[in-house]
């Protein structure tokens, strides 16, 4: 098992950057894959930005070249690093990790935290 912790929310204006934290309970160094999802109100929660265990990376199409993935396995701890932010990121933002275990994907999330662009 994993226990993940989110910070690094906040308020910020369209057009600013935040940088996520997610730390991990437990190693991460051979956890199958970290991802970020978010969710905004009315909304399903959608996947924004992944990071394999071999640091491939992917992204959603509408966060390309704005947001970065990122992971200090030493720290057991994945970043989402968000530039130019726009009042549609608004959402609450969750880590996940995927634990492979006798070939079984297992999910674990962390509890969230809130992303608010506004002016």
């Known amino acids: 098992q994993v226990q993940l912790v989110e910070s690094g929310g906040g308020l910020v204006q369209p057009g600013g950057s935040l940088r996520l934290s997610c730390a991990a309970s437990r190693s991460i160094f051979s956890i199958y894959a970290m991802n970020w999802y978010r969710q905004a109100p009315g909304k399903q929660r959608e996947l924004v930005a992944g990071?394999?265990?071999?640091?491939?990376?992917n992204y959603a199409d509408s966060v390309k070249g704005r947001f970065t993935i990122s992971r200090d396995n030493y720290k057991n701890t994945v970043y989402l690093q968000m530039n130019s932010l726009k009042p549609e990121d608004t959402a609450v933002y969750y880590c996940n990790a995927v634990v492979v275990v006798a070939a079984m994907h297992n999910n674990y999330w962390g509890q969230g935290t809130q992303v608010t662009v506004s002016s």
């Open positions: 990071i394999s265990s071999g640091s491939n990376t």
